[in-house]
Nanobody
């Protein structure tokens, strides 16, 4: 099994920055692509960014140019968020898939963390 634990969430003013981290443990050899999702109250979970094992990335249009996803050789995942907006307020989840995918859809990912809250005030 794969365990994913997010950290780095918090409260920030609009225009500010935060960096989220996701620590992977367990059967990490099973991890291929990894991704960040977010879910605001009353809304569906949406894909934010994904990164393959080779470093290829895919971003939601709403975060392009503001967010940067990265990963290290230990399959830890990061999300640098800049120019934050109030609409970025959500619980952010780390996810991992056993193979390669650029899908920003939840069904493509098997492993999930518990999430970390990001709140942006205007």
């Amino acid at each position: 099994q794969v365990q994913l634990v997010e950290s780095g969430g918090g409260s920030v003013q609009a225009g500010g920055s935060l960096t989220l981290s996701c620590a992977a443990s367990g059967a990490t050899d099973n991890i291929g692509s990894m991704a960040w999702f977010r879910q605001a109250p009353g809304k569906e979970r949406e894909g934010v960014a994904t990164i393959g094992s080779g470093g290829s990335t895919n971003y939601a249009d709403s975060v392009k140019g503001r967010f940067t996803v990265s990963r290290d050789k230990n399959k830890n995942l990061y999300l640098q968020m800049t120019s934050l907006k109030s609409e970025d307020t959500a619980k952010y989840y780390c996810a991992a898939a056993p193979g390669w995918t650029t899908w920003l859809r939840p069904f493509a990912y098997n492993y999930w963390g518990q999430g970390t809250q990001v709140s942006v005030s205007s």
